[in-house]
């Protein structure tokens, strides 16, 4: 438990590293805490928080830096968040006006990201998995062939498949059309599943094209129903914090292109009421070690259907940020349900 003045001096602390991106010493303090101590009482102070963990003291500096548990600390119980601008609340919702729910999407990732300027992302609404019209093959190379899949409404996906041995485009056409004929009107998922019980009435040979076209199928389609958009990635670049750090940045671009985790850790932020802040580590994703994410759910009619977030170091402005993730999250779920 930490009393009042060690409180006021940690949450000085952080707002004036924040601000300055500078380890911050005790004159520093001393002239923005408001208190009336002592240079020798504010070490003192500055001592007690180091040692339970809340702020460290880099080797080339005689000032502090918060730690993620000062972060932590100030986020939870110290931080003043700061009224959004009634401009920057006129722009998103122009920006957010009712349209076609990817546009809005796509918007709502892109004012995130131009408010803030870090990284802006949106985890669209989940969709349910696409039927299939019809399906076709096609001969890239001996061994590459492409699918070509048609949906019911329309949409069209190409995925490459890779085989152990050549077909001939007479194959491919049997092939597609034992397919279409007998699975059209389903999905990936319902086709694998009976595509399982009834290979062994096929012949053979036949049986590696169809099980990797309903495996590149079903995760086509897996990809389709969950997706999220991404925006001002490039911001990150000018982050004096992560640009610092080459090779963790590589790896965070790497993050956005898999998506796979950083999906997984969003959704929990959708089983959560209001704004959700990960900080450094608790992301348990090691190329957001040095990174928070300041997410929050958004809804269509009541009923969670994704999530919206920023992507920033940990050096940010967290009493700015969360209120900006936490408006576009309720203007977003306002132009996504019907009126």
Do not use: W
């Not at 918060?66 to 998103?92: A, K, N």
């Not at 956005?256 to 450094?280: C, N, P, Y």
């Amino acid at each position: 438990m930490l009393d009042a003045r060690a409180k006021t001096l940690l949450k000085t602390l952080i707002e004036r590293y924040i601000a300055e991106g500078q380890p911050v010493g005790s004159r520093t303090l001393a002239k923005y805490s408001g208190l009336e101590l002592s240079p020798a009482t504010i070490r003192n102070v500055m001592a007690d928080l180091e040692e339970m963990g809340f702020i460290a003291s880099p080797h080339t500096s005689a000032g502090r830096v918060p730690t993620p548990r000062g972060y932590r600390l100030f986020v939870d119980t110290l931080l003043t968040v700061q009224p959004l601008d009634p401009q920057h609340i006129s722009e998103l919702k122009e920006a957010l006006l009712p349209d076609v729910p990817q546009r809005v999407i796509s918007h709502a990732s892109q004012m995130i990201s131009e408010l803030t300027h870090f990284a802006g992302v949106v985890i669209a609404p989940r969709r349910q998995a696409p039927k299939i019209r019809q399906i076709e093959f096609l001969n890239l190379t001996e061994t590459r062939i492409l699918l070509i899949i048609v949906t019911t409404e329309g949409e069209v996906q190409n995925r490459i498949l890779l085989t152990q041995r050549p077909y001939a485009q007479s194959e491919l056409i049997e092939a597609a059309n034992y397919l279409t004929q007998n699975y059209a009107g389903l999905d990936f998922m319902q086709i694998r599943q009976r595509l399982h019980h009834e290979l062994q009435q096929l012949r053979s040979d036949m049986t590696e094209l169809m099980n990797a076209a309903a495996d590149a199928g079903a995760q086509a389609a897996s990809e389709a129903a969950q997706q999220y958009v991404i925006s001002g990635e490039k911001n990150l670049l000018d982050s004096e914090d992560l640009a610092a750090n080459m090779a963790r940045l590589r790896q965070l671009f790497d993050l956005f292109e898999q998506k796979t985790g950083l999906m997984q850790l969003l959704d929990l932020s959708s089983r959560a009421e209001g704004v959700h802040v990960f900080i450094g580590g608790e992301s348990g994703i090691a190329p957001l070690d040095e990174c928070s994410i300041v997410a929050a759910p958004y809804e269509v009619e009541g009923q969670v259907v994704g999530t919206i977030g920023v992507i920033g170091p940990t050096r940010m402005a967290y009493e700015r940020v969360i209120p900006i993730v936490d408006i576009t999250a309720r203007l977003l779920s306002s132009a996504l349900s019907p009126n």
